[in-house]
């Protein structure tokens, strides 16, 4: 069922909400982009709808809720092994379409694809999902190219028209507290976008043979292997492990595992001194590839949820959506080979 | 001819090699303005001077070749960009009413460029309101980073904009770029323990190539804005000398402090006989020590927890009289 709020009227639902939920949401911290004096827009748990930053893209993605960017599996000592407790909240995600179908690559990575994990699993089982609708699409987004651009796949939607908030409830154990606050009721669909201002066209035909394209070789000098693509990506899934010793007690200490990059120097060392990928040539076709070829013969469905914060983050200006656009092209070169 | 080349130098004229023609000197503190103040210079140029412009070392425009006469005509047409760049005036119509505190000079500062810790016009502007009009020789530069483009080491004066840098340990990745980069580009600040960067805070020199560098946004900067505040490097014919480190992690109200009571310092301690009345701030503190400068400069001012200030400071230098 649909319903519309003043904004005051919202904080009630809100307030309500977080006594059992932790909502995380794009928030601004002032002043703590990389630049000075500029902002920075990433997910943190906020308190009221005023919060929820609208009108920029944050620079991370919700993947940093379900997915921590450093998470402690477990302490051990000299003869025992224990776990962290879980979060002792559940946990509202705010997030637009395209993220959402990101949290679908997530579970298809972490649930999917082998054995559960369980680390994954826990915080999953957690977690309700309210969709932001997108009345507009931002310059570098191509949602609608990769079929992300719509989703109904929540648990409560929200628009913000002029100083309205409207609502789609599915969330049934809530329905109850979302009525009691609301100004009225109408049917509410989530806006979503149409068109997008990028377009990308991945090609049918497209086949590992692009590896051996020349394309790749401008980014061995243009890229400078920094991760931010990664980082910022919600479908990039890579971790690493990290086994450290409290330094006063080196019997004690702790495992945790931290986001990696397939870009970033270490991610394809191996025992023995070898490194598989060492220009950022090489990483770009692996990544793109990943994206765009893999993952698909895989799972069926393209990897890339078309947000664009890659393009958004690139300090090199290197532009993924870009990338994809000459797919078709290196498949041309490398027909006859 | 009757000029008063004494007054006519306070007014923000030179006396030239030209016998009867001046230059008129429009300042610009902080180096940046509106485009629209361009046109008005050209005016000025093509009506009274011989239709050319120097631009300043000190981010100004000399307008040479004009007519001692034309200097009132000069002066209401300055008038418009006096205001609009903001300058301190007595008489409206008149001019400059004093020369002798040379302009704020700025890099471009956070307004375009990435290094910069903060926005260095807006602070140059800041200090243009706390201390103009000044008849005494000060020299006052900021530069965004410690790469000091503005070169203020050269200055009485050196503002350097400094990052206080503040980890976030869950947002760290142990990626190595902010190591790598501390130890390629600057000081060799950090080093990488138990996964995680360790900060040197006495090494850092906050130029901020960690934040920059930090794809995770693990790195972020300080909500507060620091300085390094470097003192008494000049140019000239004695003794041409860097600035030294006076105060590392200093605030904006204590650099404005501490320049103004510098010139109570110099109005005390100037040797009136010099040649002009004129004498750079370094050789009065060449004359009083220190330690008595030191102690003019800090009186009232409340530092900082973590500033550190430098004493005694040794200059260097080629000394040509020695």
Known sequence: MGYCYKTQDLQQVFSALTETYDLY???????????????LVRYDRITSPEEIVLDRKSRFSPKEVLLPISQTLFYFTEDKVTEPNPPKKDAVIFLRSCDLHAIRRLDYMYLENGPEDSYY???????????????????????????????????????????????????????????????????????????????????????????????????????????RCNFSCPTCTCFTMQDLFYTDNGKVGERRRVWASCMVDGYTDVAGGGSYRKT???????????????FKQRAGYQMCVGCGRCDDVCPEYISFSHCLNRLSDAMKEVEDL | MDVNTKALKKNAFRVTKERGKTASRVRVPGGHMDACYLSMIQDIAEKYGNGTVHITNRQGFEIPGIDYADMPKVNEMLQPIIEGLDINQTDPGTGYPASGTRNVSACIGNRVCPYACYDTTAFAKRIEKAIFPNDLHFKIALTGCPNDCAKVRMHDFGIMGMTLPRLDPSRCVNCGACVKYCRRKSVEALETVNYRPKRNEEKCIGCGECVLNCPASAWTRDEKKYYRLTLLGRTGKRNPRLGEDFIKWVDEDSIIKIILNTYKYVEHYIDRSAPGGKEHIGYIVDRTGFEEFKKWALEGVELPEIAEVTTPVYWKGVHYTK
């Open chain 1, 121 to 227: 699993r826990q915080l999953r089982d957690h977690v309700k999902f309210a969709l932001l609708g997108c009345s507009s699409c931002f310059d570098s987004c191509f949602c609608v190219d990769m079929g992300t651009n719509k989703n109904t796949d929540y648990d409560f939607s929200l628009d913000l028209t002029g100083d309205t908030w409207k609502i789609d409830v599915k969330w049934q154990e809530q329905e109850e507290l979302f009525r009691k606050y609301a100004v009225s009721q109408e049917t509410v669909s989530p806006a979503f976008v149409t068109e997008t201002k990028t377009r990308v066209h991945i090609p049918e035909n497209l086949t590992a043979k692009a590896a051996k394209s020349s394309v790749w070789k401008e980014y061995d000098s243009r890229c400078i292997n920094c991760g």
């Open chain 1, 25 to 39: 949401a794009p928030r601004l911290f002032p002043n703590k982009g990389a630049f000075s004096d500029t902002d």
């Open chain 1, 280 to 294: 950022n040539g090489e990483r770009m076709r692996f990544k793109v590839m990943h994206k765009a070829l893999d």
